[in-house]
């Protein structure tokens, strides 16, 4: 008998993922739009995307997500031991619309970066602010497959050099800080309630800034490879339209769909953009092939997220009703810019150490929310152990992939980043504190 692939799927399995999946995404994003459906539909979608999936995840994913999964079963059995009543409908509904927008923004891969990586590339200190620049402004909306992207087109002779990893991933990872279409934000918005997109991003995107320019200022030593100059990608205005119309269409839903969710307004902007850019560049007929084979190619290929956050939603939702539980000792008396800091600090230590940040992000929502915290305070720390902690976390998806393509060390690849994540939390504190003046904390 001949073993099945762990990582290959059977047609009617990847046909299933795939319907799943849109239906994922159109049912999160007529709830997120008040249509009065119930949010669980579309979390049995992604449940029923889940289990067609399973066969596609490797050992250690299979393990993490039973892990997880585990431990919410067993926070839950606890919680009705004590006397609580968990919210049940947390197992169908907890990240649902997290799950529905990272779908839906897939869709933008669609566009493609017009003609930018044509034409020689620039080298010297000019071609590695080109390169953070744009790795942070296009990852911000394509999210991490213009890492890949990038890197393909400046790696020399098919190698990447470490300095060159290093900058890619510190511009990309800052972009969490403020960008809509990010997981990082997703998250936030969904385990700091109550906090509102246009407030949490207006407050990271000054800080990304500030941690873009640290990137450039303390890259890693260039090697022997490298003596002629940083090669890097070039950043030409043709690339900024996709940002801009899709900055201007969420600002617009704001605006003017107040009774949405934002991760709903983000989902429909990212799908009517993708969709008539597509038809305009490829003609109805071939326009609907590509979307249908990117629905068949690219969503089953999300395995990896989808069951990571189906299991977090599991974990959190476990985890929520034990501390409603218990209602004895609480970790602070209040939650200010102190507070935050503290609580950042473990985030990016356990970072360093492989934790992944949705775990963390988890624990200390469900832990700090009794205290009732400021949103946007919250949703910062958040994101700042997201594009900080991430940087220094050797299984970052963005470290691994990097190993796995080029031979890098995704280990050694963290390690250079110890001074720049050190610089960045102490940067990160000092804006907690104009954050908490900003929302009247102090």
């Given at each position: ?15 299933l ?30 449940w ?5 999936l ?8 299979r ?20 006397g ?43 071609a ?27 790696a020399?002779?098919g ?40 407030d ?103 395995s ?9 939603g ?17 970790p ?111």
């Amino acid at each position: 008998m001949s073993e099945t692939h762990p990582h290959t799927l059977s047609r009617p399995r990847s046909v299933l993922a795939a319907w799943s999946m849109a239906a994922l995404v159109l049912l999160s994003l007529a709830h997120g739009a008040r249509t009065g459906l119930p949010a669980w539909p579309a979390g049995l979608a992604a449940w029923g995307a889940g289990f067609a999936l399973w066969p596609r995840l490797d050992r250690k994913q299979r393990r993490f997500t039973l892990m997880l999964c585990g431990l919410g079963a067993l926070a839950l059995v606890l919680a009705v031991w004590r006397g609580s009543a968990p919210a049940w409908g947390g197992l169908l509904t907890q990240n649902t619309a997290l799950l529905g927008m990272l779908a839906a923004v897939s869709f933008l891969q669609l566009v493609g970066l017009g003609k930018d990586g044509a034409g020689e590339l620039p080298r010297g200190p000019r071609a590695l602010w080109q390169t953070l620049a744009s790795v942070h402004v296009l990852g911000a909306v394509i999210n991490m497959s213009v890492v890949f992207i990038v890197a393909e087109r400046i790696a020399q002779g098919g190698r990447l050099s470490p300095r060159q990893a290093a900058v890619l991933a510190r511009g990309f990872l800052a972009a969490a800080l403020w960008s809509p279409f990010f997981a990082a934000m997703a998250v936030a918005l969904t385990y700091a309630p109550g906090a509102r997109l246009a407030d949490v991003a207006l407050a990271g995107a000054p800080l990304a800034v500030i941690l873009l320019w640290v990137a450039g200022r303390m890259p890693p030593p260039a090697g022997d490879d490298e003596a002629s100059g940083f090669v890097g990608f070039p950043m030409r205005p043709s690339s900024l339209w996709l940002p801009l119309v899709l900055t201007a269409m969420v600002s617009a839903g704001l605006y003017g769909l107040p009774g949405w969710s934002s991760l709903a307004i983000i989902s429909g902007a990212a799908l009517t953009l993708s969709t008539l850019a597509v038809m305009v560049a490829s003609g109805p007929l071939d326009g609907m092939e590509r979307i249908a084979a990117h629905a068949l190619r690219r969503l089953p290929a999300m395995s990896g997220e989808l069951m990571l956050f189906l299991a977090a939603g599991v974990f959190a939702t476990g985890l929520q009703a034990l501390m409603q539980a218990d209602s004895g000792w609480m970790p602070f008396a209040h939650f200010g810019p102190v507070q935050a800091s503290l609580v950042l600090g473990v985030m990016i230590a356990a970072a360093a150490i492989g934790v992944h940040t949705v775990v963390t992000i988890v624990i200390a929502s469900a832990w700090l929310l009794p205290l009732a915290p400021d949103p946007v305070l919250l949703a910062m720390i958040f994101l700042m152990a997201w594009g900080i902690g991430l940087a220094l976390n050797p299984m970052a998806g963005v470290h691994l992939s990097l190993q796995g393509r080029f031979g890098l060390s995704a280990v050694g690849l963290a390690r250079a980043n110890l001074r720049y994540c050190l610089t960045g939390y102490a940067l990160a504190v000092v804006w907690l504190f104009v954050l908490g003046a900003w929302r009247g904390l102090l």
